[in-house]
């Protein structure tokens, strides 16, 4: 099995730039497809971003542009690189994996889920 743990999440100022990572441990990490998933009080978990086996990418329209989701298979990491930074990003993110070749939009579709990490966006 795979466990996840986030980390880099923060207090930031809108326009600033905050780095998260997921570290993976247990089964082959470059096996999974990966993404993150936020969560803000009383919302929904979305979709943020997800990468193929393949370091092929996807994003959420909200965040096209300002994130970008990166792996580094030689430390069983995934990385979101948020830039531009808004209020409206403020929420729990998390980690997620799916043992297939590209990620989906569904958190219901992953198998493997992080703690979670906290980034809050000041206005």
């Known amino acids: 099995q795979v466990q996840l743990v986030e980390s880099g999440g923060g207090l930031v100022q809108a326009g600033g730039s905050l780095r998260l990572s997921c570290a993976a441990s247990g089964r082959t990490f470059s096996s999974y497809a990966m993404a993150w998933f936020r969560q803000a009080p009383g919302k929904e978990r979305e979709f943020v971003a997800g990468?193929?086996?393949?370091?092929?990418?996807y994003y959420a329209d909200s965040v096209r542009g300002r994130f970008t989701i990166s792996r580094d298979n030689a430390k069983n990491t995934v990385y979101l690189q948020m830039n531009s930074l808004k209020p409206e990003d403020t929420a729990v993110y998390y980690c997620?994996?799916?043992?297939?070749?590209?990620?989906?939009?569904?958190?219901?579709?992953?198998?493997?889920w992080g703690q979670g990490t906290q980034v809050t966006v000041s206005s």
């Open positions: 990468i193929s086996r393949g370091s092929i990418t």
């Open positions: 997620a994996a799916r043992a297939t070749v590209v990620p989906a939009q569904s958190s219901g579709q992953y198998d493997y």
